[in-house]
């Protein structure tokens, strides 16, 4: 065991010499992500709205879930999506730094923590099998296992699939089309995940328009709830 413990060291080292670690915020070697700056990424602040967790003006809920309420039950981000809480998920999406889902998912466990949440499963955000294809990964589902190792929470990356590949979210900017887009974009494979206490992993929000079409083939099972959590939010 001391061998092959000392053979893993030697692997990480080597790892480290080929590929040296730099901070993406500081360039600080070590790190991908250092904790000073993970910890200066910019906040979302209260007050938000109880449901979909949009900024509001005072406590409770804004006028669209007081008009219609949200498939989540609650979405929460602890970040905004700005600065260089956008350039780590640039990276983390579209530049194949996969090394960067743990201190994300870190920063996400620290918020679980501080706000008591609760789950009984841990479910991504499904990528169409073409965009995995391409991209090699998905990472929501990394978040996902990360988040899974650190919480203890169990993690289910295929229940929920993307049936549909509509227009990519970053190019279609109404709000309405975007649900359009989505609304039967996913789909169970099975009924495992019914009466569960679910939490939804992505990496940004930016409308809900995602996140509520996911909650609501899970709503659909039924699962006892569905609480989204994602690193960023777009305001
Ligand atoms: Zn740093
Ligand atoms: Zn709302």
Redesign the pocket.
């Given at each position: 065991m001391a061998i092959l413990a000392s053979l893993s060291w030697l692997g990480c080292q080597a790892i480290d010499l080929i590929f040296p670690r730099y901070c993406i915020g500081c360039g600080r070697e070590g790190f991908f992500l250092c904790s000073p700056c993970g910890n200066s990424f910019p906040r979302l602040e209260e007050p938000l709205?109880k449901?979909?967790g949009?900024p509001v003006d005072y406590p409770g809920?804004?006028a669209?879930?007081r008009k219609n309420s949200p498939a989540a039950d609650e979405i929460r981000s602890p970040f905004v999506f700005d600065g260089l809480t956008r350039t780590a998920i640039y990276r983390f999406k579209y530049r194949n730094m996969r090394t960067l889902a743990q201190p994300l998912a870190e920063l996400m466990a620290g918020y679980i923590g501080a706000n008591a949440l609760q789950s009984d499963v841990i479910v991504p955000v499904p990528l169409h099998k073409h965009k995995l294809k391409v991209r090699g990964y998905n990472q929501a589902e990394l978040l996902a296992r990360e988040l899974g190792k650190l919480t203890g929470w169990a993690v289910a990356a295929d229940v929920l699939v993307r049936l549909s590949d509509a227009v990519p979210q970053a190019r279609t900017s109404r709000a309405e089309e975007r649900y359009r887009n989505v609304k039967d974009a996913f789909a169970c494979k099975d009924d495992s995940l019914r009466d569960k206490n679910i939490l939804l992993i992505d990496d940004v929000c930016t409308t809900g328009a995602t996140v509520n079409a996911c909650a609501a083939v899970l709503k659909n099972l039924p699962a006892a709830a569905v609480r989204v959590l994602t690193v960023a939010r777009e305001i």
């Open positions: 709205c449901s979909c949009r809920f804004c669209d879930c």
